[in-house]
Structures are given as C-alpha cells and as structure tokens.
C-alpha cells in the first residue's frame, strides 16, 4: 500500500500532514511513504528525517501521488493536481468544503475518495482525530502572543520602584476551543480576562480558567449549541441585545480577540465599526475568524490594519504560524482516523463507520456528503 504525503502550495501554509514519528507508525501498519521533497521544510523538518524514519523523497508531486492507494495532505490537492491520481485513492486533509465546491466537483471526476477533516464528528471516540480541535489550541495561543506583540504595554501588573504597572484587560470572544486556549493564555501573562459566547455551558469552563464571563442570558441561550457542540447563530433581537453588552464591555478593554465561528456559514459580526471607535488608542483586535469574513467588521485578511489608534490583526492561516507543533498534532490526527481501518497490513475502510460517513465527501465519482447536496 503505497501512501503519498504532499508539498502544500498555498500561501502562508508551511504545515505538512505527517512527522517522522507518524511515518514510523504508518510504515508499522504496512504502508510504504513516499514524501514529495520539501514537504516538511516549512514546519523545519528535513527530507532526510524522513528517509531516517523509513519514507522514500519524490521529486515532484505526479511522481509523489503516483499508484498512490491514500494521500495525506493539509489543505488538499488542487483541480490541477489530479492528473497522477489512481482511481479511487483516498485523500485525508482539511478542505473547506463549504467554500471549495467546485474542488470537490473535480475530485469527483477523478474519482477521489476524499475525505475532509474538518467533518470528522465530534463524539468521544473521534476526539484524537480532530483536526479543528487541535489545529484552534495553537491559534488561541498563538493570537494572545501575536496580540501582546502589537500591543504597546505590558500584559501582567509590575510592581517597581518607579511605580506600578497596571495589567491588561483582554477580552476573548467565543469560548470554544481557540478562545479557552486564549483565556488560558493571557491569564499566565497576568492579563484581567473577561470572556463571552452565546453558549451557557460555556460560563463555568470561562470561569474555571479565572475568566470572568460576560453574556446576554435568556430563553433563547437554551438551545444555543448544537448537537456537534458548535454555537448557533442567534436571533436579530438577541444580537442586539449581545451587542450592546459587548459595546459597553469592549470600551474597557485593551486587548480584543475574536474566535467566533459557525460552520458553513460567514463569521457572525462581532464588533462594528462603532465598536472599534469606542475603544481606547493602543488597544488591539487579533480576528481569528478574518478567513471566514472576520468577526470585526474593519479586519482585513491577511493584513494588519489601524483604525483611531487601534491596531486591528487579520492574520490568515494562524495555526500555520507554529507550523512545526501545528503539522506533529495535524499528522498525529491523520494517523488516528486512518489506522483502525488497516488490519493486516491491509486497509478496509469501514463506511458504515460514523466518523467515516460523516467526513466523506466524494466516492465513486460523486460528492456525497448530505450537507454539501442539501438546497
């Protein structure tokens, strides 16, 4: 079984989908690697760390994915890379399925058995395997770090002869797994944090990181997540009246970061204009959902903005900015989805799996997941 781990290609992407450790193990399962040369070289691991664990280096991608029976890949292959791809090969990677429709026609022309990550079920049983989940750790991380940076003060109190220095207040907006990662973050810089979400069971996990949790609590706050654990969007009326709770909370602040997001659908607007004019000049806005159209209505992708003295940072593809932990954890999820289906060192995938049916996305020449055929 030959399985083929790619070069990514898009901008600000320096990740790669496996390790040295995760090609140990996938050769362990009877898998013979190919890594198409410079695979890892933006996550700083070298061709020759993994001919040390056991793969061989292509050259170039059709030489990589060539007979290739699975292909690993952080973003997925491109309509144009397909040429090389065996009939019904599968692939593992992230591929913004939503957005990316017509990707996902032309790997169903190919005849791709694709797979994408982002749909792997939340349940306890796929946890290992979820790429949203680690992938949001890192940048939750990272977006306190990268806010710190551009802001001109210090985050903790500091207590000198000159006099004191007062902490930061940091505001984390969404408490999902990006934003507690946040929480956690600033809190062992010494920032005051608040923190909000339209989730009521988020307040005690806000709470038990030493956040203090600001939210609009009413009848509509009940059905707030959804079965898989994400937020709902919520009513006109409730937005209003979240809204002008954040306002009056976010004028306080000096930090802001925003980790809102709903799958499928445009990050909600989480702090207007008007918002951002209330807040103090020096404060700083990380907007982790800027790919997604940002929960700052002023974010740019890509870009860092400054707005009445507030600096406002849109960076894309921030788990891509510690590409080396990033590509480690993403490759350690690849491994876990795909070794329960190897026995022998044959695999059989199991499509009555779950966790396989709801993150298949094209077979037999077909797109075949429910939400992507629905409307």
Request: with cysteine; glycine share 8%.
């Amino acid at each position: 079984m030959k399985l083929a781990v790619v070069r990514e290609r898009r901008d600000a992407e320096k990740r790669v989908a496996a390790s040295p450790d995760t090609v140990k193990k996938l050769i362990g399962l009877g898998f013979e690697l190919t890594v198409e040369k410079g695979a890892g070289q933006g996550a700083s691991i070298l061709d020759s760390e993994f001919v040390e664990a056991g793969a061989k280096i292509a050259d170039t991608i059709d030489d990589t994915i060539a007979d290739a029976e699975v292909i690993f890949s952080v973003q997925g292959l491109e309509a144009g890379q397909l040429a090389s791809v065996k009939n019904g090969a599968i692939q593992l990677s992230a591929l913004n399925p939503f957005a990316e429709r017509e990707r996902l026609d032309a790997y169903a022309k190919a005849g791709l058995t694709a797979f994408a990550m982002e749909f792997v079920p939340r349940i306890t049983r796929a946890q290992s395997m979820d790429i949203l989940s680690s992938q949001s750790n890192l940048a939750g991380y990272k977006a306190v770090l990268d806010a710190a940076s551009h802001y001109g003060r210090g985050m903790p109190m500091m207590m000198t002869a000159a006099g004191t220095v007062a902490p930061a207040k940091v505001m984390v907006m969404g408490a999902g797994v990006a934003g507690l990662q946040a929480i956690a973050t600033a809190k062992r810089l010494g920032a005051i944090v608040s923190a909000t979400d339209v989730r009521p069971v988020a307040k005690e996990q806000v709470e038990s990181l030493g956040g203090k949790f600001v939210m609009v609590e009413d009848e509509e706050t009940a059905a707030a997540e959804t079965s898989g654990g994400y937020a709902r969007e919520m009513s006109d009326e409730y937005k209003v009246k979240q809204a002008a709770l954040i306002s009056e909370t976010l004028a306080k602040q000096d930090i802001a970061i925003t980790t809102a997001l709903i799958p499928g659908r445009p990050a909600p607007m989480l702090i207007t204009e008007e918002m951002v004019k209330s807040m103090k000049p020096g404060s700083v806005i990380v907007d982790l959902a800027v790919e997604a159209g940002g929960n700052c209505e002023l974010s740019k992708p890509g870009e860092i903005v400054e707005i009445n003295g507030v600096t406002i940072v849109g960076y894309r593809n921030v788990p891509s900015r510690l590409a080396a932990d990033a590509s480690v954890l993403f490759a350690k999820n690849l491994l876990n989805f795909i070794t329960p289906h190897v026995k022998d060192g044959v695999l059989t995938v199991d499509y009555e799996d779950e966790i396989i049916s709801e993150s298949l996305v094209t077979k037999d020449g077909a797109v075949v997941h429910s939400r992507l055929l629905e409307g």
